[in-house]
């Protein structure tokens, strides 16, 4: 575990770093803010863009590591919903709580660092489980608190769903690289280039944005925070990990990269969508900070163990 800890430090101190930055407000919420926006629409874009035009259908798309995946994910869903109405919390509230127990920070933090340690193979898996947490679960989140307040579903939340995928920068760089693929085309090479260095601010930018974002978050509500990272950090790869390897067929190597992904701390996405509809945004808050510092562990010793596949 410890030459696997050497390699994900570099990863976390990075996040430290922004983090302290945010802290001693040499970094603000502003630039974080700008940098967040800069990551998400042009450097992360392009590092997807590039590994998906690297890449065929076949090797992201797997119905036995869809379902497994799918499968773990429902698992943990389902508890971490019934926990939270058995703690008698609204539906929406509990909603919110779900979602932090399954979405992990997969394009942050997910993409860059396990392309990284687990090797260039694993751009397929990630990629794919950003695809499935993308377009299911987040999906599905909004469909839960506007059936709620609205009493009903129509064809108008449908549109409003698939207009946030269109407008979603990390599923149209994917689409548009697989779509590129498709052709059979090798991408020339000043793109490529082009490509790689706009990508490779990704990770740090990435990094970096997390930990000063982190900085504006407050750790209350400290037992139901405790409570959701446990269900991202150890629930959610365990049961992830019983889908892959003991129940649906899929390949050795794609269920570590599952796995680990699994093991990612809640993304800072949830934050995003509770705040937006105003559900427990303090709650989710410091369940991302908790998370993602226990996570420093649990992620190191996830991926020490999928190594051994």
């Known amino acids: 575990m410890l030459p696997v800890l050497l390699k994900t430090l570099p990863f976390f101190a990075l996040i430290g770093t922004g983090y302290i930055a945010g802290r001693a407000r040499f970094f603000t919420p502003e630039a974080t803010a700008w940098l967040t926006k800069f990551v998400f629409y042009f450097a992360l874009s392009a590092m997807l863009f590039r590994f998906a035009a690297n890449l065929s259908l076949a090797a992201i798309w797997s119905p036995p590591f869809v379902m497994a995946y799918l499968s773990g994910c429902t698992a943990v869903y389902l508890l971490a919903t019934l926990v939270a109405r058995l703690r008698r919390v609204s539906a929406e509230e509990a909603a919110i709580e779900a979602q932090c127990s399954v979405i992990g920070n997969t394009g942050f933090l997910g993409v860059p660092m396990l392309v990284l340690l ?20 987040s999906s ?16 108008r939340i449908v549109k409003v769903l698939a207009m946030g995928l269109l407008r979603n920068p990390m599923i149209v760089s994917m689409v548009a690289g697989l779509g590129w693929s498709a052709t059979g085309l090798a991408v020339p090479a000043p793109v490529n280039d082009f490509l790689a260095l706009l990508g490779g601010a990704a990770t740090p930018g990435a990094l970096f944005a997390i930990g000063a974002s982190l900085a504006t978050k407050s750790a209350e509500r400290i037992e139901v925070a405790a409570w959701l990272s446990f269900c991202k950090l150890v629930l959610h790869p365990l049961a992830v990990a019983v889908a892959a390897l003991a129940v649906f067929p899929v390949e050795r190597q794609a269920a570590g990269v599952m796995i680990a992904a699994a093991a990612l701390p809640v993304a800072g996405n949830v934050y995003i969508l509770a705040q937006h509809y105003g559900v427990a945004p303090q709650r989710v808050s410091a369940s991302i900070l908790i998370s993602t510092a226990v996570s420093i562990l649990t992620i190191t010793g996830v991926i020490a163990w999928v190594t051994t596949f």
């Not at 839960?144 to 064809?155: D, K, P, V």
């Open 118 to 137: 687990l090797g260039p193979e694993a751009a397929g898996p990630v990629l794919m489980v950003l695809a499935i947490d993308l377009i299911v679960f």
């Open 140 to 155: 599905l989140f909004t469909l839960i608190i506007t059936g709620l307040r609205e009493g009903h579903m129509s064809l």
